[in-house]
């Protein structure tokens, strides 16, 4: 049944890929057959008829005969090849739109370089050449055992025992095309060379069986407490001889590690020695710093243990540590984004809350106290699983060279561009991810070296999570020992781009795993080297995102692009700076004055990625280091940018061809740390790439409620309309995918309503409501639901998007998201969502610990600091839509710069939600109302976000209606009574609301958004001053009179003018804080509770 040589068979080409050639053909009976990208093994044949592309699956039956699903009533005929199926078709009236008459040829592939035969593989991977790789030998050499005799000639084999010599030499020459066959029957345990290993291991396997029960009686005398049946277990295990003797030498190596660490335990802890390396020690922090009060600046130091969880105060580095903070009693830092400033606010023993203000020395010593401080907190938290963890990426192309002695730089951020201070070396990482390509080290070595490396730096033996190989191309995953048991479901895969795509010298590994409930995937690529094959690249990259295999397999219809929380990609990318050769010296000038900017302008990967022709709505932070390629080897002062070659020079112009780029769902917390390069490790002509991200991730949710009493969730989607870019004449339906789901569901079949342009408009009108298996609002509005349009002719996805819960949290929520396939844009999707959670709080988490304010720059020194919701266009600094995904707003319609706003969009305007579809939020004024945790600016990859509630919140049984919907920013705190409040100094958080003595301290503190007052420090009652006459002398008439005001800002009420001073007065704090934000600008207004 091979197609490969016939013209009209495009084999894995995309669906869009078909119809744009199609469309290019232009002609009525233009055909061509591509695979299946729903069904393995299944054919699509698509056919051009009025501009419009008719798609009909080929499906092979039990007997591997093939029929064509065509219209109804048409008698199904079966084929043997694919050829003659064509050929019948090209006969009119069998049930196609129209007969094939024009085959559409296939467009030629760019020319790559040869790779020199044979390359030379890791020896962990000579199976796979000899197993699933075949072609990629036969390229070079007859045949598979030819290939191995060819290479056995050319070694050294005098020192093998004879009989040795003989056995590889016979399975070359006739057992191993017998295990190919077998291989080839769906047989892949190539028993021939188990015999060949077997017999040549035979000395070897009987000194194990001599050994291993030795060393697991060892192992049992070390056990502090034995399991039961766990010597009966291992003696099994060193009794059966019939296993194989790569797994008993397996077995035999984690034995020896485990008596290993089981004997240094024991004497660590006899001799109490606890800065071994199972635990990690931080020693205490010293930071100088500035303090600010009453115009006057004074020197001040803090001290922080993380060990102890305390901070200290004081006025001389030597000085006294009387003065210090634990750390349930810091309850935030506000950072200031324009110069190194930090708010810390503190609980002092009075339960009054503290405001300490400080200027650092520069920004990267505030952000290694912050860390410290995070890392303090977590560590001595009582949360039983974490909710935020960092995570290190590295990237480094070793050139085929060992590596040198240290590489402590490379994981410790040292060196160029966005890098940790020096204060954050000892703070290790949750997960650390290697990529490397070119490595000539077998994998056990470079393992070995990278823990050693940091044991040495972090006191910690870090476990080994996961590893893959393809040829030189290597991705290592490491984590903390007590992160070992909340890591699962971990997968690896690998694809192939070189060669035809069946060489490995170019391809992607990638790892994939959940963390408690949060999915994470890793890709290490190597792609197409030479500075004119971006097209080449581009294509690599598209092959890698279909290909690689890895993360949750339920969820088909999407690639890896949607599989995953959060989704990083790095490696030797090979994209470099467009400008001639002539420029090099120009160019290498430019990086010795740091001109950065002008050659990002010409960077292949930032302009591909302006087009959207690669890498669609991954992110990658500013890049402010020195390109990292082509470096002379043991230098990095000089770029070695010319390479001779048999046909001339090759110039290879600097270029930044090592990145680290990421993906993360909507509304989830990811902020980079630090992304740079190495300065001292110059073993290859790339240098390696680092980078650390603090990333948000939710727990294994298990609900504290009874089960038979929290109500019903609900999730509702309602109103969707699809515009799809696509020529296809077919009807689609939604599909809703969620692993807060049972199993995906179905929508119905939607209404196509016009054809133009390219692109076809779908309305779904009937309302799905999906039930999650969990209700509680902590679980669910840390959910994501995934969508796919799919067509009923072929149940071929057509895009797939996503959809953050968090974004319905407070109400109905409009949505409006862009699709895409297979990397590239198709669409977009508009409609409503409605969500129903039980009763319940979100506790705080960690990284709501930080927020980020921005100065004022019209206000003076020591006037404090503007909160960014005060920013212009309420529109907070440096918070970006992420295009992908939308941002909430009036009628749905994006803020992205380039999905312009839709002319038919009063048709599709969204009706109000089914007002039976209620809610259980408590109002604001319910003191047991949940606190709602303040992001941290630019902390989510995506601004949808809710409303601000009003004052009088409607009962849940009103019908809702859509809202229109802006940028949340950060929220600012209440301010303490008494306290004159200036427009830019932030308002202060409390601690709890007056009266309320049975509030158990179990329940979460929310120190941002609060309008508490301390209940210790209420002060006395006063009498309340008469107002000017006109002016409004109730609460009541007060609120309204504001109201108006707010109503017609031209008409302000007597007694309310700008530049008065206006004292209010009020028994409720809530009601004070309306009353002071509707005051009239460059109003004073000193409140004060009654």
Same mark, same amino acid.
């Given at each position: 049944?091979s ?7 495009h084999?894995?080409i ?6 744009d ?7 009525d ?6 695979d ?23 499906l092979?039956n039990?007997?591997?005969?093939l029929?064509v699903?065509?219209?109804?009533g ?19 009236n ?31 991977n000579s199976?796979?050449?000899q ?11 007859s045949s ?7 290479r *056995? ?13 003989k ?7 006739? @057992? ?6 077998q ?8 028993p ?40 009966r277990?291992?003696t ?24 290993e ?13 606890d ?8 020693p ?6 500035k ?37 349930n ?25 503290l ?9 990267k ?14 560590k001595?938290?009582?949360k ?15 050139g ?45 070595e ?11 730096t ?8 996961a ?14 020992p ?8 971990i ?17 992607a ?25 971006k ?8 092959s890698?995102l ?19 929380t959060?989704?990083?990609w790095?490696?030797?990318l ?5 400008l001639?050769?002539?420029e090099a ?13 002008e ?17 669609l ?9 020195a ?6 080897r043991?230098t990095r ?29 909507? *509304?989830?917390?990811v ?5 740079g ?22 727990s ?7 089960? @038979? ?11 969707c ?13 939604l599909e ?18 016009d054809?133009s342009d ?18 509680d609002?902590?679980?669910l ?14 149940d ?15 109400s109905?929520t ?35 610990f ?8 019209g ?29 909430m ?34 109002s ?38 859509p ?20 427009t830019n ?9 007056p ?10 503190k ?32 007060m609120?309204?009179?504001l ?38 600008p ?9």
């Open positions: 049944m197609t490969s040589l016939q013209p009209w068979h084999g894995n995309t669906r869009s890929k078909a119809e050639l199609l469309s290019k053909a232009a002609k009976g233009s055909f061509l057959l591509r299946s990208e729903s069904i393995q093994g299944a054919y699509a044949l698509c056919v051009l008829y009025q501009n419009c592309v008719y798609t009909y699956r080929i092979p039990e007997d591997r005969k029929s699903q065509a219209s109804e048409v008698p199904i005929q079966l084929f043997s090849v694919l050829s003659d199926l064509v050929e019948t078709f090209y006969s009119p069998m049930g196609l739109a129209t007969h094939l008459q024009f085959p559409v040829q296939k467009e030629e592939e760019p020319e790559e370089e040869p790779v020199k035969c044979p390359p030379q593989l890791p020896p962990r199976k796979e050449i197993g699933g790789d075949s072609r990629g030998s036969e390229l070079a050499c598979l055992g030819d290939t191995y005799l060819q *056995l000639q050319h070694i050294d084999m005098s020192n093998l025992p004879e009989e040795h010599q056995s590889i030499e016979e399975y070359f020459h006739t @057992s191993v095309s017998l295990d190919a066959e291989v080839q029957s769906g047989n892949p345990s190539l021939h060379l188990k015999k060949l290993t077997m017999g040549i291991c035979k000395q070897l396997n009987s000194e194990i069986s001599r050994t291993l029960p030795t060393l697991e009686t060892f192992q049992r005398l070390l056990d502090q407490q034995l399991a039961p049946g766990i010597g277990l291992r099994q295990v060193s009794a059966d001889s019939d296993q194989s003797v790569s797994f008993r030498l397996e077995q035999l190596t984690k034995l020896l590690y485990s008596i660490e089981k004997a240094k335990t024991a004497v660590f802890e006899w001799a109490g020695y800065g071994g390396h199972r635990r990690s020690l931080i205490p922090i010293t930071f100088e710093v303090s600010e009060l009453l115009g006057l600046t004074t020197k001040m130091f803090l001290k922080v243990d993380v060990e102890t969880g305390k901070i200290y105060f004081k006025k001389y580095k030597d000085g006294p540590e009387d003065k210090y903070f634990v750390h009693k810091i309850l935030q830092l506000v950072k200031s984004q324009k110069v190194a400033k930090l708010v810390i606010m503190l609980e002092t023993e009075k339960e009054k809350t405001r300490k203000e400080f200027v650092f020395d520069d920004t010593k505030r952000e290694g106290f912050c860390q410290l401080l995070q890392q303090m907190k977590n001595h938290s009582d039983p699983e974490p909710d935020m963890i960092t995570v290190f990426v590295g990237t480094w192309n070793m085929n060279a060992s590596p040198p002695h240290s590489i402590a730089s490379w994981f410790q951020c040292k060196g160029q561009g966005k890098t940790r201070d020096d204060t954050a070396d000892h703070i290790p990482h949750d997960i650390y991810v290697f990529g490397t390509q070119e490595d000539p080290l077998g994998e056990k470079w393992i070995d070296t990278l823990k050693s490396a940091l044991r040495g972090t006191n910690i033996s870090f476990k080994q999570i590893t893959q190989t393809l040829w030189n191309i290597r991705i290592v995953v490491l984590a903390k007590e992160h070992e048991n909340r890591i699962s479901h997968f690896s895969d690998s694809v192939k781009t070189g060669i035809a795509n069946a060489l490995g010298n170019k391809g590994v990638g790892v994939s795993f959940m963390f408690n409930g949060t999915s994470f995937g890793f890709v290490n690529s190597h792609l197409t080297s030479g500075s004119e094959k097209i080449r690249r581009n294509q690599n990259y598209v890698i279909r290909f690689l295999n890895l993360g949750d397999k339920k969820l088909n219809p999407f690639d890896i692009t949607h599989r995953f959060h989704l990083f790095f490696g030797d090979n994209y470099r700076i467009e001639p050769s002539t010296e120009s160019i290498v000038t430019k990086i010795k004055q740091q001109q950065y900017q050659l990002l302008c010409r960077d292949q990967l930032t302009i591909e990625k302006g087009e959207e022709k690669v890498f709505h991954y992110d990658e932070e500013e890049i402010t280091f390109p990292t390629y082509r470096f002379e043991d002062e000089r770029y070695a940018y010319t390479k001779a070659k048999a046909t001339g020079t090759k110039y290879n112009l600097p270029s930044w061809c090592d990145r680290v780029l990421r993906k993360s769902y909507p *509304l989830v917390h902020f980079c740390q630090s992304y390069c190495t300065n001292d490790i110059m073993t290859s002509d790339h240098s390696p790439v680092f980078s650390t991200f603090e990333v948000g991730v939710a294994q949710f298990v609900s504290k409620h009874d089960p @038979s009493r929290v109500s019903q969730g609900g999730i509702k989607f309602m109103n309309v699809a515009t799809l870019m696509t020529k296809s004449k077919t009807k689609f339906f809703y995918h969620s692993s807060c789901l049972e199993k995906f569901v179905k929508s119905s079949e939607g209404e196509n309503q054809h390219g692109s076809i408009k779908v309305r779904f009108g009937n309302q799905v409501e999906l039930v999650p298996i969990i209700s609002p902590e679980y509005l840390d959910q994501h639901i995934l969508l796919c349009v799919k067509s009923t002719d072929c071929e996805s057509y895009g797939e998007g996503c959809v953050a819960l968090r974004a319905a949290e407070s109905y409009e949505f409006h998201i862009t699709l895409t396939h297979h990397g590239e844009r198709t669409g977009t999707l508009a409609g409503g969502v409605q969500l129903r959670t039980s009763e319940g709080k979100q506790t705080e988490k960690l990284y709501d930080i927020k980020v304010e921005r100065d004022d720059s206000a003076s020194k020591g006037k404090g600091l503007d909160l960014i919701n005060n920013s212009e266009g309420g529109k907070p600094a440096e918070m970006f839509d992420n295009p992908l995904y939308g941002s707003g009036k009628g749905g319609v994006p803020r992205g710069a380039k999905d312009q706003p839709d002319p038919q969009r009063s048709k599709d305007q969204l009706t109000p939600p089914d007002p039976i579809f209620s809610f259980t939020k408590p604001d004024q319910d003191p047991d109302r949940p606190p709602v945790p303040t992001p941290r600016n630019r902390s989510y990859t995506c601004s949808e976000t809710k409303p601000p509630s009003s004052v009088n919140t409607a009962s849940a049984s009103a019908p809702l209606h809202p229109t919907y802006t940028k949340n920013p950060v929220k600012p705190s209440r301010s303490e009574g008494g306290m004159v409040q200036t100094r932030p308002h202060l958080p409390m601690k709890s609301r009266g309320q003595a049975d509030i158990t301290p179990t329940k979460p929310d120190y941002r958004d609060s309008s508490e007052l301390p209940s210790k420090l209420r002060p006395p009652t006063r009498p309340i001053q008469p107002l000017p006459k006109e002016a409004p002398t109730t609460l009541g008439q609120w309204t009179s109201w108006d005001s707010q109503s017609q800002p031209d008409v302000m009420q007597p007694g309310f003018k700008p530049g008065t001073i206006v004292m209010l007065f009020a028994l409720s704090c809530s009601a004070l804080d309306h009353c002071a934000t509707q005051m009239p460059n109003t004073f207004t000193i409140m004060w509770p009654t």
